[in-house]
């Protein structure tokens, strides 16, 4: 069955650390997103990308960034892990803009920086 | 900034009654709606899509939309202990596939 996979599921680092989420889907989306979630903000988008080589920052972008080389992965990377991100991260993939706009979330992530 | 807002607190139901949630929207041009239940430590799931204004039924739950006064709503009829979750409302804004999410309604079910 097709489905969107996170990697590692937990994760604790220090403060200063690079640190990169894994994001694979078999769905064959276009569409890939990365959010943040936190009590009293709900999920936040971080970044976004409609396709192989594209990229943009969301509402949150601020130290984080990524990468499309391929349609199944979107891997998010901390540059220098942040005690304020401290979160739960969550991938989630749609079809195409063309296609179904139903966003498909991954299990999360949940990362603890010391 | 696109605002979403959902402004009740939890929501107690007695198993078998109707649990009703609201949700607001700031961007006038939106046109797809969304309902997302979230059990606790877990991923938000996909219940409800609604693009059109009036009431789409699927199951127990029901989406209604209304454009004109920009609010979408979930009814869950014949609430059971298992639909005791976190609700987020979601609305795509610019057309564009993104999605801005209010915060949630807890709804507990109690047997």
């Known amino acids: 069955d097709a489905e969107i996979t996170q990697s590692p599921r937990h994760k604790i680092t220090e403060t200063g650390r690079q640190v990169t989420l894994a994001c694979h889907q078999t769905w064959n989306h276009n569409n890939m997103f990365w959010y943040r979630q936190d009590l009293g903000h709900g999920l936040r988008l971080i970044h976004y990308s409609y396709g192989v080589q594209d990229t943009n920052k969301g509402e949150v972008s601020d130290g984080y960034s990524v990468s499309r080389s391929n349609t199944e992965d979107l891997p998010l990377t901390l540059e220098s892990a942040a005690s304020s991100q401290t979160s739960v991260y969550f991938c989630?993939?749609?079809?195409?803009?063309?296609?179904?706009?139903?966003?498909?979330f991954g299990p999360g992530t949940r990362l603890t920086v010391l | 900034q696109k605002e979403v807002e959902q402004n009740s607190g939890p929501l107690s139901v007695p198993e078998g009654a109707i649990a009703s949630l609201n949700c607001t929207y700031s961007d006038r041009v939106s046109q797809s709606f969304f309902w997302y239940r979230q059990y606790s430590g877990k991923s938000p799931e996909l219940i409800m899509s609604i693009y059109s204004n009036g009431d789409k039924e699927d199951g127990r739950f029901t989406a209604q939309l209304n454009k004109a006064s920009q609010y979408v709503s979930l009814l869950i009829r014949d609430s059971q202990p298992s639909d005791s979750a976190t609700y987020l409302c979601a609305v795509e804004y610019y057309g564009n596939n993104r999605l801005a999410f209010g915060k949630g309604n807890q709804v507990v079910v109690i047997p």
């Open positions: 989630a993939s749609s079809e195409s803009p063309s296609g179904s706009n139903e966003q498909f």
